[in-house]
């Protein structure tokens, strides 16, 4: 398969994340629903109440909706706004995490267990102690240690934490500053705790440089994404407001991770955001665009498309509006 193909054609799915379980795909979207509310640049215009699980056995095959998996009434912390969520594994037991707003609007993580890759799940009674920011991504290594990249800026928050510590005013650092970088935990044996403070992901240039944060064309913004391919491990993210995926590469779960170029040029509307996956001996990318709802940036519908590589392991870019 060549051509991308959106998944779901009865309502708006964004954000999509991918896994292999039990020898099908499953799906871990967010839900876009129409809010009335004006767009801005807080993504206060997202009403995002719950969770869908989809599953296929086949990567042009039929995509089921195993219905409502998580609901935001059912969370005793609960604000607003379930952002991206993703999922982990262990044990026989089904683990996800996602960004939810509390009742003060401060974006936390939280956890819902399932016995089930389809769930229901049920969250636990409070967020993950020391978590902050959004877009939640787990990766499991191959000594099975497990770590989640998480943070996005402007809506996402970002800006208000240094060094993983809340500050007084939540500005942006200067064009010329290093850029603010996504986090990383390693998650702890029972998979419900931070196993240590999270670090940063520094992504420098060629030159051994960190990116800038007035790089808006390289630097992160939101979207990690972690995946390992000829042991090389490769974090992707979203540049946010110049609307890009790009990667760098690095030698270990925690970087520094190398610059090297863009994954998927911009999509029609705002955001992107994405996963990608080894299934069946070849590479997906999960992303979404706003086509079929006419470019509107809050009703986002997910896609997936083959991704290739080169021989010296760089990523083929794919075209956004292809």
Known sequence: MTEPRYLVDDGYMADPSAHVFNGKIYIYPSHDIESGIPENDNGDHFDMRDYHVFSMERIDGEVSDHGVALDVK???????????????????????????????????IGVAISDKPEGPFKPLEAPMKGSFS????????????????????????????????????????????????????????????????????????????????????????????????????????????????????????????????VLLTPVVGWTTHHSILEFEDKWYLFYHDSNPSGGKTWLRSMKVAELEYEPDGAIKTRDGNA
């Open 134 to 261: 959004i877009d939640p991504c787990i990766f499991q290594d191959d000594d099975n240690a497990y770590y989640m990249y998480f943070g996005g800026l402007w809506g996402g928050q970002l800006q208000r934490y240094r060094n993983g510590k809340a500050i007084e005013c939540g500005a942006e650092p200067a064009d010329s500053e290093p850029a603010l970088p996504a986090r990383i935990a390693r998650l702890s044996e029972n998979m419900l705790e931070f196993a240590e403070e999270s670090k940063p992901i520094v992504i420098l240039d060629a030159d051994g440089t960190p990116l800038t944060a007035g790089d808006h064309d390289r630097r992160f913004f939101e979207a990690s994404w972690v995946h390992k391919y000829k042991g090389t491990y490769y974090f992707s993210y979203s540049t946010g407001n110049t609307h890009k995926l790009c990667y760098a590469t690095g030698d270990n779960p925690y970087g520094p991770f190398t610059y090297k170029g």
């Open 74 to 108: 059912d969370i005793p912390w609960a604000g607003r706004q379930l952002w991206d969520c993703d999922i982990a594994h262990k044990n026989g037991t089904y683990y996800l995490y996602f960004p939810l707003k509390d009742k003060t609007d401060i974006f936390r």
